[in-house]
């Protein structure tokens, strides 16, 4: 049987015969440093182009002056029709995650339409006197420009998600107004603006979206929008079958807002640096 004492005495011989070659080899070369590769952010100016639909509303149709406006004046129904967008603009990216832009944009004619109703025990039509009501049309139409700015979120699989929020002003247009009612006795009055009305209102907006990056210099946005336009009013309206000259009403469209729905194609104007090869030292 071996005894305990052989069997050290075999392992250490075995440690020093394997040291001694070891130390016949020469010591392994030292491990290298390797520093991590060189990341680049994006940076500079861009121009974009957008198209979109916006579906438009407001909060309520305002007919003044109140001395002209009987007392029970209800409004029975409201609509405007939707816009199409069209837009353009230029911004620069800080970095990675944060770019500003000023945008314009035309927002095609949306016809809108009220109607309202009073009773003062006057309006007699066919002999019956009852409700009268009165029916609003005409068109509204804008130029906006804003200036925005958006965090990005971070890019996955070529996709990045952002926000953003802007602040300017709309070009708000009223035209082609008609005001539609009857009048005692058993007649149809008629109502009309002689002129366009146009003027400036502070506009705000709100966003988020997703961005495919086609590549380091060209983008795809896909973006949702709430945009507030501001409360314009229309010209006077010209009233006929009164016995009067004198012009009527005019009212206001309450807090004109939109739902946007929007494609944008973003290009930067300048290549995406390259990164600069990384030496070792042997």
Do not use: H
């Amino acid at each position: 049987m071996v005894s305990v004492k052989t069997l050290i005495g075999s392992a250490a011989a075995a440690m020093v015969s394997t040291a001694a070659y070891a130390a016949d080899l020469g010591a392994p070369p030292p491990m290298q440093y390797q520093p991590p590769a060189q990341v680049f952010e994006q940076s500079g100016w861009y121009l974009r182009g957008d198209v979109g639909v916006g579906v438009q509303s407001f909060s309520s149709f305002d007919l003044g002056p109140p001395s002209e406006v009987p007392a029970s004046w209800t409004i029975n129904q409201q609509d405007i029709q939707d816009a199409t967008i069209f837009g353009m603009g230029a911004g620069y990216v800080l970095n990675n995650w944060l770019r500003f832009d000023v945008t314009g944009e035309y927002r095609t004619k949306a016809l809108f339409s009220a109607i309202g109703s009073y009773n003062q025990g006057t309006c007699t039509v066919n002999g019956v006197t009852g409700t009268c009501f009165d029916t609003f049309n005409g068109n509204f139409s804008a130029a906006v420009f804003m200036a925005n700015a958006y965090i990005d979120l971070g890019t996955w699989w070529c996709l990045t998600p952002f926000i953003g929020a802007g602040v300017g002003g709309a070009y708000d247009r009223i035209t082609q107004v008609s005001d539609i009612g009857p009048l005692p006795p058993g007649t149809i009055g008629f109502g009309f603006t002689q002129q366009d009305s146009a003027g400036w209102n502070l506009a705000w907006n709100v966003q988020a979206g997703l961005t495919y990056n086609v590549s380091d210099n060209f983008k795809v946005d896909f973006s949702w929008r709430y945009l507030d336009m501001g409360s314009p009013q229309s010209a006077n309206i010209f009233c006929q079958n009164t016995g009067s000259t004198n012009s009527c009403n005019f009212f206001t469209l309450k807090d004109i807002t939109s739902q946007d729905f929007r494609i944008g194609l973003r290009w930067m104007l300048q290549p995406t640096p390259t990164p600069v090869a990384l030496s070792t030292r042997g």
